[in-house]
């Protein structure tokens, strides 16, 4: 099941992509699919029939995970 995942590159906007899996520590590149912005339009630098693209993880400021809905909701704080 793919991953979800919001990629932010150094000076350019987030990215909405999918991963078949989290990177390990040693990677070099990673590989996602479905590559568009956070809105579901596509990036104006990558060819309309791009289905994945490799980026070099030095380019990278950090990824986030997002949720799939599958799993049961965290409750991190809570305020009574």
Known sequence: MPITI???IQ??????????ELPDSK?????????RRVDGKDLHYIAEETASVIWPVEKINFI?????????SIIGFVRE
């Open 64 to 72: 986030e995970i997002l949720s799939s809905g599958d799993e049961e």
């Open 27 to 35: 990677d070099t590149l990673i590989r996602v699919t479905n590559p």
């Open 11 to 20: 000076n350019s906007e987030p990215i909405l992509a999918e991963m078949d």
């Open 6 to 8: 919001v990629i932010h």
